[in-house]
T-cell receptor, first 114, second 112 residues
Framework: GAVVSQHPSWVICKSGTSVKIECRSLDFQATTMFWYRQFPKQSLMLMAT?????????EQGVEKDKFLINHASLTLSTLTVTSAHPEDSSFYIC??????????FGQGTRLTVV | QKEVEQDPGPLSVPEGAIVSLNCTYSNSAFQYFMWYRQYSRKGPELLMYTYSSGNKEDGRFTAQVDKSSKYISLFIRDSQPSDSATYLC????????????FGRGTSLIVHP
């Protein structure tokens, strides 16, 4: 199956700082990347969809100026949480858009803002 | 009513038991049905997917879809402690864009 590498797996940052999360597709080209957030014991919530070479599409209620998404190449998409606050502490997961019915996720990034 | 309903559990069973995990849904347009396993602090991994109604078996896992009842199931036979995880169902309409709708996941604990 497709290999998706997400880094870092865990990060602690101070309130007010920014954190960048990377998602790389290792053996295929991902024109689309989905970014999810997951709170404890909750389902995956789609935050935004990034498309290579164009602006990301954000879901309702997601602040695009806070969650900056860049998809500059077919193998790399990044999510930057700017001016992080404790309420941004969550599990962030990427998933490349696939043309078949299967879907593969990144390993996830646990963000803790203190 | 949410599009996909899934009991969060936890569901606790002894080793060797048959486990039944279920989801119900309201959108009759859903055609693709998936089950993911998610270990703590890890990304979900795809276990099985099925298209439309019917059964699909893979080793100890069987996925079942009943579109008439809008009900899907995942059965795990001879459950093992290593099966302890959260199981998420997901589904999407046929064709077009592929953004699945996820259930909230059921926490499964298999104790020795």
């Amino acid at each position: 199956g497709a290999v998706v590498s997400q880094h870092p797996s865990w990060v602690i940052c101070k309130s007010g700082t920014s954190v960048k999360i990377e998602c790389r597709s290792l053996d295929f080209q991902a024109t689309t990347m989905f970014w999810y957030r997951q709170f404890p014991k909750q389902s995956l919530m789609l935050m935004a969809t990034s498309n290579e070479g164009s602006k990301a599409t954000y879901e309702q209620g997601v602040e695009k100026d806070k969650f900056l998404i860049n998809h500059a190449s077919l193998t790399l998409s990044t999510l930057t949480v700017t001016s992080a606050h404790p309420e941004d502490s969550s599990f962030y997961i990427c998933r490349p858009g696939m043309v078949n019915t299967e879907a593969f996720f990144g390993q996830g990034t646990r963000l803790t803002v203190v | 009513q949410k599009e996909v309903e899934q009991d969060p559990g936890p569901l606790s069973v002894p080793e060797g038991a048959i486990v039944s995990l279920n989801c119900t849904y309201s959108n009759s347009a859903f055609q693709y049905f998936m089950w993911y396993r998610q270990y703590s602090r890890k990304g979900p991994e795809l276990l099985m997917y099925t298209y439309s109604s019917g059964n699909k078996e893979d080793g100890r896992f069987t996925a079942q879809v009943d579109k008439s009842s809008k009900y899907i199931s995942l059965f795990i036979r001879d459950s093992q402690p290593s099966d302890s995880a959260t199981y998420l169902c997901a589904m999407s309409p046929s064709g077009g864009s592929y953004i699945p709708t996820f259930g909230r996941g059921t926490s499964l604990i298999v104790h020795p």
